[in-house]
Nanobody, 122 residues
Framework: QVQLVESGGGLVQAGGSLRLSCVAS????????MGWFRQAPGKEREFVAG????????YYADSVKGRFTISRDNAKNTVYLQMNSLKPEDTAVYYC???????????????WGQGTQVTVSS
C-alpha cells in the first residue's frame, strides 16, 4: 500500500498558475504509475495526467494538454502537477493516485490522496 500526501491547492484568478505536489511513501512495483485526477461538483471524477514511473511515459487529458505539466522527482518520491493558464472550468478537487494500472489513463489505482481544492475565479 502506498500513502499519498498532496499539497498546493488554492484560489487563483483565471490565467494564473498553481503547482500541486504529491509525496508518496510505501511499497511500489516495476509497473508503478502515479496520476492526477479531479472531481468538480456534480461531476464524475476524471483523469487529468499520469506518469509511468519506470519509463517516464506521460499522459494527459485533452482538456489540459499544453497547459498542465506532470513531472516527478525520483529522489523525493514526489510527483508534481504544474497548472498554467488556469480556467474557471479547472475548478475541482484534485486527487493524487498511485498504483499499477494496466492503462495509466483508464486503469485502476489502488491508493489515493485526500484531495486538494483548486478554485479558479473568472
Amino acid at each position: 500500500q502506498v500513502q499519498l500526501v498532496e499539497s498546493g491547492g488554492g484560489l487563483v484568478q483565471a490565467g494564473g498558475s498553481l503547482r500541486l505536489s504529491c509525496v508518496a511513501s510505501g511499497r511500489t512495483s516495476s509497473n508503478y504509475a502515479m496520476g492526477w485526477f479531479r472531481q468538480a461538483p456534480g461531476k464524475e471524477r476524471e483523469f487529468v495526467a499520469g506518469i509511468r514511473w519506470t519509463s517516464g511515459n506521460i499522459y494527459y487529458a485533452d482538456s489540459v494538454k499544453g497547459r498542465f505539466t506532470i513531472s516527478r522527482d525520483n529522489a523525493k518520491n514526489t510527483v508534481y502537477l504544474q497548472m498554467n493558464s488556469l480556467k474557471p472550468e479547472d475548478t475541482a478537487v484534485y486527487y493524487c493516485a498511485a498504483g499499477n494500472p494496466v492503462n495509466v489513463v483508464t486503469g485502476f489505482y489502488g491508493s489515493w490522496g485526500q484531495g486538494t481544492q483548486v478554485t479558479v475565479s473568472s
